[in-house]
Structures are given as C-alpha cells and as structure tokens.
C-alpha cells in the first residue's frame, strides 16, 4: 500500500511539468539570429515585448612578405535592446515594429615589423566605438507554441568614433543605412 502511494506522487510530480508545457507560449525565450546575435525576448504585455542581445568576435591574423611581417588581434562586444510593439495577429502570424539601440566596442592590435631587427616593431591599438539606432517593420510566425521564426527590414542610423594610440589620430563617421534580419525563438 506505501510503495503504490509513493508510485502516485512520482507519477504526479513527472506529470505536473508535462502538463505545464502543455499550456500556452511562456513569457520569455531565448532568440538566435542573424545577422550574428544571441539574446532572450520577454514579453512585457500581449502586445509589447523586450529583446536584449549580445554580440562578440575575436578575429586575428597575419601577412608576411620577405621584407615585413603584420600580425593583427581584434575584439569585439556588442550589446543591444529592442522594443517590440505587435500590430495585429492573423492566426499565428503576428506584426510588429521594433526600434533597436546598439553599442559596439572593438579593440585592434596591430604589431608589424619591418627588415627584421633593422627597423624594429611598432604596435597600433585602435579604440572603435558604435552607437547605432535601427526602426524595423517585422513579422513573426508561430511554427509551434514554443517555436517560432521572425524576419525583419528597416533602416538604422549608426555613429562611429576611432582613436588610435600610436599617432593620436581621432576620427568619427556617420552612416546611414537600411536594415534587415532573420531569426528563431525557442520559448521556455
């Protein structure tokens, strides 16, 4: 009689998350898209959702000839936050418009070295800095209740600003530029 009570709970206790997955589309998921980033999308409302982000590369590389060689190192972080306003739903489709702020930060190592001990190294590091403010139109299409594909196009504004440490040299631009992107969610 015990052993058939504790089989009750354990089935019961296995069956309490099957039947919460069950349920509708959770408040939060993990996205991955492109172009290359990883975030989460929470959804604050029914018709408005957060989706934080997080971008990184690590990038090296050399070029040798006989007389010089350049070796380079590079790094790169970004972050960004979007904010989600859904327009209308037709079955499992949904639209929606997303203002997008992103900053990016890149360190550049260069060493190169001319004619050997001759001339010696010298080494160039160059700070890049990047605000950018992106307006997309997208959709989002629900494949399953935890699973869905979203794509997206738009325009962004991005302002850029470099130092270099070796000459001192200081430089910014703007550009002005369209916007697309593509993605999946996995819901919790």
Do not use: W
């Amino acid at each position: 009689m015990r052993v058939s009570r504790v089989v009750l709970v354990l089935i019961a206790t296995l069956g309490v998350p099957a039947a919460a997955l069950a349920q509708d589309t959770g408040d939060a998921g993990v996205t991955m898209g492109y172009p290359g980033a990883i975030g989460v999308i929470y959804h604050v409302t029914d018709r408005f959702a957060i989706r934080p982000e997080i971008t990184f590369a690590i990038t090296n590389g050399k070029s040798e000839s006989s007389i010089s060689t350049t070796e380079g190192d590079t790094a790169t972080i970004g972050v960004g936050v979007s904010g989600i306003f859904y327009l209308q739903q037709a079955d499992k489709l949904r639209t929606y418009l997303c203002p997008r702020y992103t900053y990016t930060h890149s360190d550049s190592t260069t060493t190169s070295s001319v004619l050997g001990p001759v001339f010696g190294d010298s080494e160039t590091t160059t700070t890049n800095n990047a605000h950018a403010l992106v307006g997309t139109f997208g959709a989002q299409y629900s494949l399953h209740e935890r699973f869905s594909i979203f794509g997206e196009v738009g325009a962004g504004f991005t302002h850029t600003r470099s130092q270099s440490d070796l000459s001192g040299l200081s430089s910014s631009s703007n550009q002005l530029s369209t916007r697309t992107g593509a993605g999946v969610i996995l819901y919790f």
